[in-house]
């Protein structure tokens, strides 16, 4: 049985990493709602949503505005937003640093070959989670 597909949110700053994760999770299915680079962009987006996303894909360190310094507290507030308006989002954090921040990590151990993620493994981690994550 093959899984429901994901509507996702996705906050990336870096612009290659994110063009990079578009196609990836659009290729794998899953409908991309928006994609943003900074905390406040992405918070605006997300309070004018007019469907809740059913994946919440973060990047736990980012700039708060466009062009600002990197926050590592900004994808923590996105997060927390999310959850303000659609309690029922699954949330994955994810960062280049060796941290867990949620249940659902990404990138696992052994997806990066030489600093990328490896073509195809966002979008199958997304299909990959369990159906309650993808209404």
Not at 52 to 77: F, H, N, Q, W
Not at 93 to 112: A, H, L, N
Request: a negative charge; proline letters at 6%; aromatic letters at 8%.
């Amino acid at each position: 049985m093959s899984p429901a597909k994901a509507k996702v949110i996705l906050l990336e700053d870096n612009q290659l990493l994110r063009e990079c994760a578009i196609l990836d999770l659009q290729e794998a299915g899953h409908t991309v709602l928006f994609a943003e680079e900074d905390r406040d962009t992405a918070i605006n987006k997300l309070e004018n949503l007019s469907e809740a996303p059913d994946v919440a894909i973060l990047d736990g360190m980012c700039p708060t505005k466009p062009g600002r310094y990197m926050s590592e507290y900004a994808g923590g507030d996105v997060a927390s937003k999310v959850k303000e308006l659609f309690p029922e989002t699954t949330i994955v954090m994810f960062s280049s640093r060796e941290k867990t921040f949620s249940e659902y990590r990404f990138p696992p151990k052994g997806i990066y070959k030489d600093d990328q993620v490896i073509e195809g493994q966002l979008g199958q981690f997304v299909t990959n989670l369990p159906a309650s994550a993808k209404k």
